[in-house]
């Protein structure tokens, strides 16, 4: 199997309500990241996985969690959804941890209304 | 922290004509890898080309080549014979593995290539 599957491909959720985001990696590949797109800007790490620890968090609230199983496949869980959290949701999965072989997955569009 | 500044939300260019995108980025670190990303309507990020910053030399890839300018931290994307597929959101990334395995993205370019 290849490549990085996301799903749902779009989702529309209510203020306060909670959200898990899925993601699927090739198989054999131990490092997962996610990433959070607002319209117009660039991407903004969430956190990482590695072998099912978390391995690096960017500045984003405890109410964003994760989730990484053994068979290469992770979640992202979103608590009390505000408004700002509407966005391009994106995840980023290789073999190892490092600068290299990174694939993106086309990413969950979710909207807080 | 590190930043990346693009400072040309959008840009356009003539089929088969030539284009360069802009990237600034700021750090203390001296190794770190700078990298050009696609985003086309489809949202997947594709890497369109990476440079360490220990090489001297400029990275090439077919079409896409790069300036990179450590002492002035500045890492530009040259796209020959520009082809209508090439027409999407191209950021400008930096990561240091040795504080994090993330990517800093800048705020991406809009590249349109007219017919």
């Known amino acids: 199997e290849t490549g990085v599957t996301q799903s749902p491909t779009h989702l529309i959720k209510t203020r306060g309500q909670q959200v898990t985001l899925r993601c699927s990696s090739q198989?054999?590949?131990?490092?997962v990241s996610w990433y959070q797109q607002a319209l117009g800007q660039g991407p903004q790490f969430i956190f990482q996985?590695?072998?099912?620890?978390?391995?690096g968090r960017g500045n984003f609230p405890p109410r964003f969690s994760g989730l990484q199983f053994p068979n290469y496949s992770s979640e992202l869980n979103v608590n009390a959804l505000e408004l700002d959290d509407s966005a391009l949701y994106l995840c980023?999965?290789?073999?190892?941890?490092?600068?290299?072989?990174?694939?993106f997955g086309s990413g969950t569009r979710l909207t807080v209304v | 922290a590190q930043t990346v500044t693009q400072s040309q939300p959008e840009m356009s260019v003539q089929e088969a004509e030539t284009v360069t995108l802009s990237c600034t980025y700021d750090?203390?670190?001296?190794?770190?890898?700078l990298f050009w990303y696609k985003q086309p309507p489809s949202r997947q990020m594709i890497l369109v080309i990476r440079q360490e910053a220990y090489k001297q030399q400029n990275a090439t890839e077919n079409r896409f080549s790069v300036n990179f300018q450590k002492a002035a931290k500045s890492f530009s994307l040259k796209i020959s014979d520009s082809q209508l597929g090439d027409t999407a959101m191209y950021f400008c990334a930096f990561m240091n593995p040795s504080t994090g395995n993330q990517f800093y993205f800048g705020t991406g370019t809009s590249l349109t290539v007219i017919p």
């Open positions: 980023a999965s290789s073999y190892e941890r490092g600068p290299y072989g990174y694939t």
């Open positions: 198989s054999g590949h131990n490092t």
């Open positions: 750090t203390s670190e001296n190794n770190y890898y």
């Open positions: 996985y590695y072998r099912e620890e978390e391995n």
